[in-house]
């Protein structure tokens, strides 16, 4: 259903702190301009934990309206509430999104079986497809491969993706033994995008995608069509950038290097994301210079 280089869109704010929606709208259309293959607005880049509920499916309506069908919009709409997340993928769907991007519940850290109840609750009147999000770096909790398999083959018409930042390349050949060539996997890690496309994925739900489309759009056509040598090439090329991107607390080093090549992209961060280090700073602006940006 998705492939490609997918952005997890950073939400821009004004200098009040507010939602920017034309710079928000103008950076749609760059994303898609640029040739890439879907968007996620509210996603952890796009510092959904400091929105509200209301502020987040706004910003999702406004995405759907600017994408005008062009793209797909998978909208974030996770929570560690099942109620509550419950309440998200309605309103996900209202606001018109083609699918629903979902981590696990955070903080309460569930067992196993606590994930899988949480999912095999969503999906009795899910209203939109759902990418599973694996994040066990934020959420502390770790989707294991039995468990996924088991959510995916309860509910195969809910459950459609996975964007998988675990971190653990050999889990996309788990995933692919247990539920066949066809299930879409996504990596959620742009630095393991080779590796991971390489083993059976399909694309990535990309934060560098933010600050270089084309070039993001262009290393995951290559792999795509099995261009091994220009796939490596475009890595190496962005490989300092993936990095630098992480180099202080996400988003911060995204958002700086928005302003930088698109130097009319406002940047503020709400609390508690702050502006990133000049040490970040640094390796930000020269990982840009080794992409050619």
Not at 40 to 50: D, K, L, Q, R, S
Not at 93 to 102: F, S
């Amino acid at each position: 259903m998705f492939s490609g280089s997918i952005p997890a869109l950073v939400t821009p704010f004004d200098p009040t702190g507010a939602f920017d929606e034309h710079a928000y709208r103008d950076l749609i259309e760059w994303q898609i301009a640029e040739g890439s293959s879907a968007l996620v607005p509210c996603g952890t880049t796009g510092e959904a934990a400091t929105l509200t509920q209301a502020e987040q499916f706004a910003i999702v309506r406004v995405c759907v309206d600017q994408a005008r069908g062009r793209v797909p919009v998978i909208a974030g709409a996770g929570s560690n509430d099942t109620r509550v997340a419950a309440a998200n993928l309605r309103a996900a769907k209202q606001a018109g999104a083609d699918a629903a991007l979902m981590v696990p519940p955070y903080y309460n850290r569930p067992s196993q079986e606590g994930i899988y109840r949480h999912f095999e609750a969503l999906a009795q009147d899910a209203p939109l497809p759902i990418v599973l999000y694996n994040v066990p770096a934020r959420t502390v909790t770790d989707v294991l491969p039995d468990t996924l398999v088991r959510i995916v083959t309860a509910f195969p018409r809910v459950f459609v993706a996975v964007k998988d930042a675990s971190g653990v390349l050999q889990r996309v050949s788990q995933h692919r033994a247990a539920l066949g060539p066809d299930f879409c996997q996504l990596s959620g890690n742009d630095d393991l995008a080779l590796g991971y496309n390489a083993t059976g994925g399909v694309g990535c739900i990309s934060v560098t995608a933010n600050v270089a489309p084309r070039l993001s759009a262009d290393f995951q056509q290559a792999c795509a069509a099995g261009d091994a040598a220009r796939a490596l090439a475009l890595h190496d090329r962005l490989f300092p950038l993936h990095v630098a991107l992480f180099s202080d607390a996400s988003p911060g080093p995204v958002k700086y290097a928005m302003t930088r090549v698109r130097p009319a992209f406002p940047a503020g961060l709400r609390l508690p994301m702050t502006w990133p280090s000049e040490a970040s700073r640094q390796a930000v602006d020269a990982a840009l210079a080794h992409a050619g940006l």
